[in-house]
């Protein structure tokens, strides 16, 4: 398959350790990456340099073939767009917002328009200043979708999106792969890529960490665990468990980060009076500091 995005030791140096560097990555068209990592790792700053909205200080970047610094207007024709950052459009209705971006780009059909507006509850009569941050963002994925671009790029997209919106976000992910597009989210949030990424880069303090498919990277799976039992917790049972990192058992209360099967932690506790059970996911960060702690990079 040819290469949607295509990188070199792509790199923005901002200084003091901030940027990204070095990047080597490749993304198929037609699939569906996640470019995962921690707030700060690096992940605006790359997409605003295949977006040809930085300059690189050295390094690459190309989008189906285009260079994205020197073919920037070229690149932006192929890509729908949701920035990390929201622009402000001030009183400006949301029709008139499209309108506007449809000028723009020439490839903005007004039932499509409609139909994605539809499908993300928003009223487009609305000025934008009036608009939550979720109605704003819905704005940004219809002003991104609708064109039925070869590229979408989707920096933080569900950011204020509840969660009825946020499995319709999906939906259209999957709507826009079928027809044949090319998919590169970034995200903090693991369960996000899950849902829909054929492969995942991970990036950690400006450098790219990994890159596989989510089976590959099962290790980086983990919860967050807490279980309060009715009288004294199986200790052993939970000591000898592969995968529960950072156990603490603190009286009747246990808490850890746990990597394991979760039929091998219900076998763990079988049997004993558990008051309350929590499972939630990890930050980012706790899952970075566990799972590349050592010599993982």
């Known amino acids: 398959m040819t290469s949607a995005i295509h990188t070199e030791k792509l790199t923005k140096d901002y200084g003091a350790g901030r940027g990204i560097f070095a990047l080597d990555l490749e993304v198929s068209e037609g699939e569906v990456f996640g470019f ?13 340099l295949l977006m040809g909205l930085t300059h690189a200080t050295h390094g690459s970047a190309t989008v189906f073939g285009l260079d994205a610094d020197r073919e920037a207007v070229a690149v932006k024709h192929r890509v729908g767009y949701v920035p990390g950052e929201l622009p402000q459009f001030g009183g400006w209705r949301g029709s008139e917002i499209v309108a506007y971006i449809a000028g723009l780009r020439g490839d903005i059909d007004d039932a499509e328009v409609e139909a994605i507006a539809k499908r993300l509850d928003l009223d487009l009569g609305r000025k934008y200043r009036e608009y939550s941050h979720g109605n704003k963002q819905k704005l940004a994925l219809l002003l991104a979708f609708t064109p039925k671009p070869a590229l979408l790029i989707l920096d933080e997209p569900t950011s204020g999106l509840d969660p009825l919106h946020q499995q319709e976000f999906y939906r259209l992910v999957r709507d826009a792969r079928t027809r044949g597009a090319t998919i590169f989210i970034s995200s903090h949030v693991l369960s996000e890529v899950e849902q829909i990424c054929d492969r ?20 980086i799976r983990a919860h967050r665990v807490r279980i309060e039992f009715a009288d004294a917790p199986p200790a052993e049972r939970l000591r000898s468990l592969n995968g529960f990192e950072g156990l603490a058992i603190d009286g009747r209360q246990v808490t850890g980060l746990y990597r394991g099967s979760f039929d091998e932690l219900l076998g763990a506790i079988a049997g004993a009076r558990v008051a309350t059970l929590e499972s939630r996911e990890p930050t980012l960060e706790e899952v970075f500091l566990s799972y590349y702690s050592g010599a993982t990079k």
């Open 36 to 48: 995962l990592g921690p707030n700060g790792a690096g992940k605006t700053t790359t997409i605003k």
């Open 200 to 219: 995942v880069g991970i990036v950690r303090e400006g450098h790219l960490a990994t890159v596989g498919t989510l089976d590959e990277l099962t290790g």
